[in-house]
């Protein structure tokens, strides 16, 4: 077991709404640190966008989810105070969570065949940064 | 601090939409591991289905929920585009989470007197993995 | 690498709900076990309360983020069959989450510029605990 430091990417959104498949960076970072069995927790460190886990097959189903959350929590509601007019991606951030855990074994990431990880922006574009932390749980090395 | 292995759990659903209390099970893998300071990783490796904690006490808590995520997100709405008719799972998926983390000590889950922990369906039924990773930080025995 | 036993915070909560600032006494939890690179896990042991992260500068926010959610799942639904009268404190504890994770480094909580803890109460005014467990990643000193 060893420490790894944070690592920080920067991710660029196009859109207001927007998910972001990052499945392939997480992966690359966990294949760079050579570790075969832990954990690693992405991190959002923002408060109007969030880390997800859905699927990564039809992108039907991203922009599926994308309308219902504004259907749900549309931008504008006349009761909203916060005049920055971005309530609604405070709301659906706690609605969906600042981070992830997924599992590493064997050196990779344990997702389910239809399972990737994704950045979901709801207030951009904007240039946004995510943390990928692994924790490395292998056995030492004889 | 060793290395423990994920395990897998086979979950039959029995209906398209179900919670499921899991606490047992995840308590027997801890048991078996006889890991006493920790936590462990509940993991979900589906799309349209969720892992979260609640009530374990009244049944009703249980419906209530469902039958309101249901008014939030039916299955279906004239604007979904993906053509399995079930991207309110994926919403649903989305809104309670694709694991916990709970913690251990003494060698037993530490979980509120009214807790349980619940694998959520929501596009059964179907057979289902669930993953158990048991993080071990108890100090080395003498 | 050390194993560091579960801290309990009891929280008093003032009204039925409510979003209180936990981030400084997590913070102090960090500062006195000393530890530098690490995570916390951060564990809400009740059924209508939950744990988030969001923004900490305008108080609107928040404000906004509670209404939101009572807009979303009022109080009372005429199909609620739980006769404790808190179905909705259960569905927003299932939405938001039972804990969150962040990490450590450098001896500090490694949150975003604009990032809060929050303890959210659903069904108060209540005594409430909640549970901070720091995970110890860092080098063992020589």
């Not at 855990?101 to 399972?115: A, K």
Request: aromatic share 6%; glycine share 6%; hydrophobic share 35%.
């Amino acid at each position: 077991m060893r420490n790894l430091p944070i690592s920080t990417e920067m991710i660029n959104t196009h859109t207001r709404v927007e998910m972001l498949d990052v499945t392939d960076l997480v992966q690359k970072h966990v294949r760079k640190a050579a570790v075969s069995d832990g954990f690693v927790i992405v991190y959002n460190p923002h408060t109007s966008s969030a880390v997800t886990i859905n699927e990564n097959a039809d992108p039907d189903v991203k922009s599926d989810l994308l309308t219902k959350l504004e259907k749900l929590v549309p931008q504008i509601e006349n009761y909203y105070q916060h005049d920055e007019g971005n309530s609604d991606a405070h709301v659906k951030t706690a609605l969906l969570g600042n981070s992830v855990t997924v599992l590493i074994e064997g050196g990779r990431l344990v997702l389910g065949r239809w399972q990737g990880i994704y950045f979901c922006e709801f207030d951009g574009p904007r240039e946004r940064r995510m943390m990928v932390k692994i924790v490395d749980l292998s056995p030492p090395q004889s």
